[in-house]
């Protein structure tokens, strides 16, 4: 079994900064990537950014240019760095770690950008 815990979250002005980190642990073997998924009210829940193990990284283009998707394989962690917030980036994000063949997902935390 493998367990995300997501932190970092929480209530910013517009303009702002926030950092996520996303740590698995347990039966972690041969992790293919890691990312992070958001989801605002009403609305489908939709990729923000992605990493796969090489290192090579994609974005939704309305976070292109302002987040950053970064991980630490010896740590098992995913970070998500989110600059130049907007209200519209307000939802839950989610972090996820893809295996071969399993997909596992964090809880969630919320991110509120204030205008």
């Known amino acids: 079994q493998v367990r995300l815990v997501e932190s970092g979250g929480g209530l910013v002005q517009a303009g702002g900064s926030l950092r996520l980190t996303c740590e698995a642990s347990?039966?972690?073997?041969?992790?293919?990537?890691m990312g992070w998924h958001r989801q605002a009210p009403g609305k489908e829940r939709e990729l923000v950014a992605g990493?796969?193990?090489?290192?090579?990284?994609n974005y939704a283009d309305s976070v292109k240019g302002r987040f950053i998707v970064s991980s630490d394989n010896a740590k098992h962690t995913v970070y998500l760095q989110m600059n130049s917030l907007k209200p519209e980036d307000t939802a839950v994000y989610y972090c996820?770690?893809?295996?071969?063949?399993?997909?596992?997902w964090g809880r969630g935390t919320q991110v509120t950008v204030s205008s």
């Open positions: 996820n770690v893809r295996f071969t063949y399993d997909t596992y």
């Open positions: 347990g039966s972690i073997f041969n992790i293919k990537s």
């Open positions: 990493i796969i193990r090489d290192g090579t990284t």
